[in-house]
Nanobody, 117 residues
Framework: QVQLVESGGGLVQPGGSLRLSCAGS????????MAWYRQAPGKQRELVAL???????NYADSMKGRFTISRDNGKNTVYLQINSLKPEDTAVYYC???????????WGKGTLVTVSS
């Protein structure tokens, strides 16, 4: 059973920064591809960034520049650094993991990021 637990969300002022963490436990291993998604109020869930087991990254076009995904395989943890936060970044941020070749995705419960003055 794979479990993903996000942390690091909260209330931040526009222009601020946050680092989100997602800790994996259970059967998750360093071979899993992992990603961050977000869902803003009234909108569909969208991909922010993904990172492969080898560390290759890919970002949604609208997320390039202010978002940085990274991982620490020794800690089974993936991070999302968000800089220059904007009110439109307000969303629940979800962690996602999937083993290569598998069709079974795993999701965390999400962490809320609110950007407001």
């Amino acid at each position: 059973q794979v479990q993903l637990v996000e942390s690091g969300g909260g209330l931040v002022q526009p222009g601020g920064s946050l680092r989100l963490s997602c800790a994996g436990s259970g059967w998750i291993s360093s071979i899993y591809n992992m990603a961050w998604y977000r869902q803003a109020p009234g909108k569909q869930r969208e991909l922010v960034a993904l990172i492969t087991s080898g560390g290759s990254t890919n970002y949604a076009d609208s997320m390039k520049g202010r978002f940085t995904i990274s991982r620490d395989n020794g800690k089974n943890t993936v991070y999302l650094q968000i800089n220059s936060l904007k009110p439109e970044d307000t969303a629940v941020y979800y962690c996602y993991a999937r083993a290569p070749g598998s069709t079974t995705p795993y999701w965390g419960k999400g962490t809320l990021v609110t950007v407001s003055s």
